[in-house]
């Protein structure tokens, strides 16, 4: 804003037309967001904290929320590698089918994540392209973990290296030339050069990829085969517990995915106001 | 010769950046490498770096092929256009970079990087801010960043991309001065790319300059200026004028009289006369030459100049002293008769 002040008469609205846009945008916001997100809460809590607890620690729940971490686990790091890869090739060099892949990248967003599932099914299924050898060889994908691992792998693909390619194409490859004039090799140029200019880009698009990952519902339903205990993450435990009309221990398990995703938010924003003044030195041209 | 650079070619695709270029430096040469944007004077100094692989041709320094090494074993130091220091580093660390990737044989011990690093921020005249981050210096101490730490890896050949593309007129002047000086210092082979040709004609020992992915002429300053060998060159080089001509007997006729002509020229036909705005006869009224009308007097300078429109839409800008252009006003019929003109059919 150059110089006019939001107050100066020119600039201000009829009293009404202000209350009416403001109540629409709280309105919405409370219907859209916030009740939900109280919901949660309120019917995790409705018979007490007792029974919340013991929800929470029942052991299908427990198995759950470790699955939810270990599939978390595997398919972050595999992400974090991938993106940084294919942001670097995308960003740092010219190379035939560059497009071709930057669209490839992105087709996860687009496409449902049902879909996702069932192509993993098609593909590594009892009936599907490569069942009857996996059966001869005595690999099962689908059903189990390692399913929900790929299918998780594939809808989190896009999360870093979305987040670092638009970083990069506008830092260019000069640093890295720099770097090389004077000496560097490539592992010496990504580590001291490329990685610390990405850093907070990387992080973000890390910490988008964790809440997707642990939250992802549609591609893991179609693979894990819901065998509670087992292949159930946490979304997929509060369908179950849903479907059983086990409200109490459904929305306390939603809670807890809930509290992930408001922790993840937090520690962004946190991540934000410290580092603002360092945040805003990258952008320098 | 220090530096040899034959027949190089380089292409983007279909559109060719360098149409087999040979050039060379002389060792402690001041080489500047002019031309307008897309004649490969950038292309051609990121071939010597490394940074580009040229499809055929040599690059040899004492003798040793450089374009079989690698960019980081050449040894040269680039100081690029947006000087691309890095962001997250001080500037002490930026110029401690190239002395920390040395191997480790050969590499000095932290006490004389750090020493080595407090002589070349006295160098480039920033004392006590080897600790501020790039995006905590001016323009021009970014540029004198990024100097320095091109000359701690003490580079075989420095090169400098548009060093001062990104400056503002008055601290370009400057730091054209100091890097003159510096380099009479260092002594260092330096090559830079510029499309200034004001900034090459005064710091340069040596111009070439660049059209088209080729070499148009490579000469001294004084040399490109007074004896161009092509219309590119002197129109390239300075203000120039363009008047079409009839040649007769070894003299350009313009507007029906005849004007001396320099340099190599045909025996007769028609041509076109090139004359700088401060080599013209201003004539009040009828006389010889060309007949205009006065639009504009420009006073501010140190020379006057003068704006006249010519017969057809055509526009003329020449210099004359103060006193003739405070004869003139807009309006006035004058007569504009270069006194020598070069001519190129």
Redesign the interface.
């Known amino acids: 804003m150059s110089g006019g002040k939001v107050n100066s008469p020119a600039r201000r609205d009829p009293p009404l037309l202000v209350a009416v846009l403001i109540g629409v945008a709280v309105t919405y916001l409370i219907l859209v967001l916030l009740l939900p997100l109280f919901t949660v809460f309120f019917e995790a809590l409705r018979r007490g904290t007792e029974t919340y607890l013991s929800a929470m620690q029942e052991p299908d729940t427990i198995a759950a929320m470790q699955l939810t971490l270990l599939v978390a686990a595997i398919a972050v790091p595999l992400n974090t590698v991938f993106g940084i890869a294919a942001a670097w090739a995308v960003t740092k060099f010219e190379f035939w089918g560059k497009n071709a892949l930057i669209t490839l990248i992105d087709i996860p967003f687009s496409v449902s994540p049902v879909i996702s599932g069932l192509v993993y099914v098609l593909l590594y299924g009892a009936n599907g392209w490569f069942g009857p050898w996996l059966d001869e060889h005595n690999i099962q994908i689908i059903f189990t973990v390692t399913g929900i691992v790929m299918a998780t792998t594939l809808v989190t693909l896009p999360f870093v290296a979305r987040e670092l390619i638009p970083l990069m194409q506008e830092q260019g490859a000069?640093?890295e030339?720099?770097?090389?004039?004077?000496?560097?090799?490539a592992w010496?140029t990504f580590f001291?050069?490329t990685l610390?200019?990405i850093k907070w880009a990387l992080m973000y698009g890390v910490l988008l990829c964790t809440a997707r990952a642990m939250g992802e519902f549609g591609a893991v339903a179609v693979v894990s085969g819901l065998i509670r205990g087992e292949t159930a993450t946490l979304p997929l435990q509060v369908e179950i517990l849903y479907n059983e009309y086990n409200f109490v221990a459904a929305f306390a398990v939603a809670s807890l995915l809930a509290m992930f995703a408001l922790v993840t938010l937090a520690v962004k924003t946190l991540l934000e106001v410290q580092f603002a003044d360092e945040l805003a030195?990258?952008r320098?041209? | 010769m220090s530096l040899e650079i034959s027949e190089i070619t380089k292409s983007y695709g279909r559109f060719p950046a360098l149409n087999g270029v040979s050039l060379f430096a002389e060792d402690g040469e001041f080489l500047a490498l002019l031309g307008p944007s897309g004649s490969g004077k950038t292309t051609l100094l990121r071939v010597i770096?490394?940074?580009e692989t040229p499809e055929g041709g040599t690059v040899r320094y004492r003798g040793e092929d450089l374009l079989a090494q690698?960019?980081?074993?050449?040894?040269?130091?680039?100081v690029?256009q947006?000087y691309?220091?890095?962001?997250?580093m001080s500037a002490a660390n930026n110029i401690a970079?190239?002395m920390r990737?040395?191997p480790r044989a050969t590499r000095p011990s932290n006490k004389a990087i750090k020493a080595k690093v407090e002589e070349l921020l006295a160098l480039v005249q920033l004392e006590g801010l080897g600790g501020r981050?790039?995006?905590q210096l001016s323009g021009g101490q970014r540029q004198r960043v990024a100097l320095a730490?091109?000359l701690?890896?003490e580079p075989k050949i420095l090169l400098l991309d548009e060093p001062f593309g990104a400056l503002d007129a008055k601290v370009r002047r400057e730091l054209r001065r100091w890097l003159r000086v510096l380099h009479e210092q260092t002594g260092l082979t330096t090559i830079f790319v510029t499309h200034d040709q004001e900034e090459a004609l005064e710091l340069a020992d040596r111009v070439a300059l660049l059209k088209d992915g080729a070499l148009e002429q490579v000469g001294t300053p004084e040399e490109l200026y007074h004896e161009p060998e092509s219309a590119f060159v002197f129109d390239f080089l300075g203000d120039s004028i363009k008047l079409p001509c009839v040649i007769e007997g070894g003299i350009a006729v313009i507007a029906g009289s005849g004007v001396p002509i320099v340099g190599p020229h045909p025996e007769s036909g028609p041509a076109t006369a090139y004359a700088r705005p401060d080599a013209f006869t201003v004539t009040v009224g009828e006389g010889p030459g060309q007949p205009a009308r006065v639009r504009n007097v420009l006073l501010a300078g140190p020379d006057a100049r003068i704006e006249c429109a010519v017969e057809g839409d055509g526009s003329i800008e020449v210099r004359v002293t103060h006193e003739e252009a405070a004869k003139l006003s807009p309006r006035d019929l004058v007569s504009l008769a270069p006194r020598a003109v070069r001519v190129w059919v």
């Open positions: 000069d640093e030339s720099a770097a090389a004039t004077l000496g560097a090799g010496r001291f050069i610390p200019n030195a990258q320098w041209r | 770096a490394g940074l690698p960019v980081r074993e050449r040894g040269i130091g680039f690029f947006h691309a220091l890095f962001r997250h970079f190239g990737c040395k981050y790039p995006s730490r091109a701690a890896i």
